[in-house]
């Protein structure tokens, strides 16, 4: 039932924990290509996901077939590369996901997270799980940063570049 009532929360000071170049919010397939093909042009990156784990629907969400990696006619042919090819290559190397040319691409969730992990890790992308996004910190019609929030509290992640790939 609705309330008519408010509160007004006291001002308060918080931690900036992070400068970087560009900062990615969501830390799915997207995510992790925005976060690491900045970090390959030499940027300082940080990723931001709410969840446990990084991968998406890939991974928490336990979608295993990958459509879409190669053309739907025959013969099939690749599609998509770059850093999601990359990670594909890496989860086969482990047994965790097909490389090859059929239309679709099976996965194992499990060894997709720890790839993923070892991805973000091998480019030097600076890290956050169960953490959300509570604010964006707007200056000057631009955003500069966010306000999030964890079991650490809420502080602040400024940024010259922020992408929201939460897909909310």
């Not at 929360?9 to 969501?26: H, N």
Request: hydrophobic fraction near 45%; charged fraction near 20%.
């Amino acid at each position: 039932m609705a309330s008519n009532k408010t509160y007004t929360e006291k001002e308060r000071t918080i931690d900036v924990i992070a400068d970087v170049d560009v900062l990615v919010v969501g830390g799915g397939p997207a995510g992790i290509g925005a976060a690491v093909g900045a970090a390959k042009t030499g940027a300082s990156v940080m990723i931001v996901e709410n969840m446990g784990s990084f991968g998406g629907m890939w991974t928490n969400g336990m979608v295993i077939t990958l459509g879409g990696f190669n053309c739907w006619l025959k013969p099939y042919r690749r599609c998509v590369a770059g850093v999601m090819g990359e990670w594909i290559a890496m989860a086969a190397k482990r047994g965790g996901a097909e490389d090859n040319r059929s239309w679709v691409l099976s996965s194992d969730p499990e060894i997709m997270k720890l790839t993923a992990d070892e991805i973000l890790t091998k480019y030097g992308v600076k890290c956050l799980l169960h953490t959300w996004v509570a604010d964006a910190i707007v200056e000057d019609n631009a955003v500069r940063g966010v306000i999030v929030e964890n079991v650490d509290g809420r502080s602040a992640i400024m940024a010259k570049n922020v992408v929201d790939c939460t897909g909310n």
